[in-house]
């Protein structure tokens, strides 16, 4: 890193621009390790080079502070931003070419992205500079200029959020209404640009989108339901032509066929899916005018199958699986604020599972794979209790078990071809590893889902739990042991009150052996703080005789783990745990709370980090003797940590307007 570093300081501007590019390839190559353990000497040589003499220097030191700030982490850069953010602005006052201010603006765009809401402070001055370019008359020399200034401005409205975005907004969405609905060649750049821009708008605006809606969604339900353009020949070798992508496949009682098929097309299809999904996720309610034609794409037809099984891209397949829980989503929302009977919420419900469950079934790759059963997943947290039926709910413990089954033995294969692979055969291996592992945790993760569905209980019971249990010894590996710790913690959740004494007393005693500050697993540790949480508020009375040993467990993971990267998500869910037996023994409160306190604020799991703070904030407003000190004596501190947590993804909406009514 010293040689290319020193490169962006040499005098000759070909050396300089090569240290650059250097710096930006490795960035991206060895991220985040390159952002982590040498931001104090890369941002310095990036902003050396964003000031260069050199504009073209200059610019691709700005476009290399995309590569950078893309993998990099706020605790690391917060201190840099001043500067860059100076630097970038007085590049982009200055320059003469054009190719440079498309640079620095999506270097801003990135860096918007990057820093959130500590972007606040610039917000001011890009966004006139931003505005001018998007509602100055159209110049076709200026298409990538206006589209990067569309990127931009909507990534600094997802920065700021929307109250402070809402002056602007109006200005905005017309000038973007005027690029949509002006003629736009085939070749136009702003098209894609533009599309992306109104799926974070909608992410910003949420209801305020609503006026939106008509303009955007038709035309991408529109694209999404092209044919593909796709021609089958006999495989001969020859190259595609310019605008298509041709494979060869070994097609089952035919034998191999060359398929050529139209890149735009894909791309446009990719695109419209993603937005929508992004929109969806955004606004669901604001969907529901749609969810007719969206069903649709996602249910097999004459002559076109369903997007969750579109063979040509993988990204279709996992955006159109994304979409099915945001329908029912939608779906429900507009059944309960119209009234409507709840019945054909469950001919929908399983409509849109029997084609998720049959996209699974015939899925061959597991990355995708694990996006399908991460999607059934989120729908099983939105259904109605009882809505599924006992067939539906054995068909999805049958499909989520045969996923798990197939791929813990696809595993087993891999690792072993992994100990006989040369090193150049590992990075692949190690790719699949990753899908197949993923796919067995989103698995596990419907078999704990549906815990919550009563019909379930007998038959996990029967058939599932044995098996669950079986992964729970230490010999078994620490995925297992994770995969077993989550069961059976969600299994305590959902029916610890009504199981019998002793299965709950073997449940607690596991979960006591695996939170360890030693263990070799965080992540086994966390389930496992997790489930000791679960059993001070679920079963209090069965957890009656642990509590002590509990307690101890998870203090000594705090106190121990607090400053530990790794452990972070573990920590907070010890914390969250510990909260959770003071609110049912406060008589612990001397020994708990000052253990927590001083871990605060916690990060690593979002969840329990809502829980976290928001109990906090509970023992702040009832003055809490504790919390507050002798004398509160503790007030400067614990006004810092709700600095520190207020606007962040680790308090709820409700726990963060009591912080601000607190004026901390």
């Not at 600094?156 to 000038?175: H, S, T, W």
């Not at 939170?515 to 079963?539: T, W």
């Amino acid at each position: 890193y010293q040689r290319r570093v020193h490169g962006v300081a040499d005098a000759h501007e070909r050396v300089r621009d090569a240290g650059i590019t250097c710096l930006a390839q490795f960035s991206t190559d060895f991220s985040p390790e390159v952002q982590s353990k040498f931001h104090a000497q890369v941002i310095p040589a990036l902003l050396k080079g964003i000031s260069d003499g050199n504009q073209k220097v200059a610019g691709h030191a700005a476009q290399a502070c995309i590569n950078f700030f893309e993998g990099a982490d706020t605790d690391d850069t917060e201190q840099y931003l001043d500067q860059v953010m100076t630097n970038l602005l007085t590049l982009l006052q200055a320059s003469k070419l054009q190719f440079v201010s498309e640079e620095v603006v999506g270097s801003i765009s990135t860096v918007a992205a990057h820093a959130e809401r500590l972007f606040a402070k610039y917000y001011d001055t890009i966004m006139p500079w931003l505005m001018n370019v998007v509602t100055r008359p159209q110049e076709k020399a200026e298409r990538m200029l206006r589209a990067k200034a569309l990127e931009c401005l909507s990534r600094c409205a997802v920065a700021v959020g929307k109250e402070r975005f809402m002056p602007q907004a109006a200005q905005v969405l017309e000038a973007m209404n005027a690029i949509m609905s002006g003629p736009m060649e085939a070749d136009d750049p702003q098209r894609n640009y533009l599309l992306r821009a109104w799926g974070r708008l909608a992410e910003c605006l949420g209801q305020d989108f609503a006026p939106c809606m008509a303009l955007v969604i038709p035309p991408l339900l529109a694209i999404a339901s092209m044919q593909t353009d796709v021609q089958i020949t006999e495989e001969d070798g020859q190259e595609a032509e310019e605008g298509t992508e041709a494979i060869t496949l070994n097609l089952k009682g035919i034998g191999e066929k060359r398929i050529t098929i139209k890149t735009s097309d894909l791309e446009d299809k990719t695109l419209a899916i993603s937005v929508m999904h992004q929109i969806a996720e955004a606004v669901p309610e604001l969907m529901f005018p749609y969810l007719e034609q969206l069903t649709v794409l996602l249910s097999d037809r004459e002559g076109q199958p369903s997007l969750l099984k579109f063979a040509y891209t993988e990204e279709v397949r996992q955006d159109s699986a994304r979409l099915v829980p945001l329908i029912v989503k939608s779906f429900l929302h507009h059944v309960t604020t119209t009234g409507q009977k709840q019945e054909c919420v469950g001919s929908l419900i399983q409509s849109l599972l029997a084609v998720l469950m049959q996209a699974i079934k015939d899925e061959t790759n597991q990355g995708v794979k694990g996006v399908q059963l991460e999607s059934m997943s989120k729908l099983l947290e939105i259904v109605p209790v009882g809505s599924l039926g006992e067939g539906g709910v054995i068909a999805i413990a049958a499909t989520a078990k045969k996923a798990i089954t197939d791929n813990m033995g696809r595993r087993g294969l891999l690792q072993k071809q992994k100990r006989e692979a040369d090193d150049d055969e590992t990075d692949a291996i190690d790719e699949e590893l990753e899908d197949v592992e993923e796919a067995i945790c989103q698995a596990t993760d419907v078999i704990t889902e549906l815990l919550k569905q009563p019909e379930f209980t007998p038959h996990f019971e029967k058939s599932f739990l044995p098996t669950f249990t079986e992964l729970l010894p230490q010999g078994k590996g620490y995925f297992e042991n994770r995969l077993g710790l989550c069961v059976v913690a969600s299994w305590m959740e959902h029916h610890g009150k009504g199981a019998g004494a002793p299965h709950v007393a073997d449940t607690i005693k596991v979960l006591l052996q695996n939170c360890d500050p030693k263990h070799e697993s965080a992540d086994c540790a966390q389930v496992a703080c997790y489930g000791l949480g679960v059993g001070f508020e679920i079963v209090p009375e069965a957890f009656q005789q642990f509590a002590d040993e509990a307690a101890a467990r998870l203090t000594a993971v705090v106190t121990n783990k607090k400053d530990d990267e790794e452990w972070q998500g573990t920590v907070c869910n010890a914390a969250a745990a510990l909260l959770k037996a003071h609110t049912q023994q406060p008589n612990r409160a001397e020994a708990i709370l000052p253990v927590v306190l001083n871990a605060l604020p916690v990060k690593g799991d979002e969840e329990e980090g809502k829980v976290v703070n928001r109990k906090f904030v509970e023992l702040l407003q009832s003055n809490n003797a504790v919390v507050m000190g002798p004398g509160n004596s503790n007030m400067a501190s614990l006004a810092a940590i709700c600095k520190q947590i207020m606007d962040t993804d680790f308090v709820d909406a409700e726990t963060n307007a009591k912080l601000k009514a607190m004026q901390v």
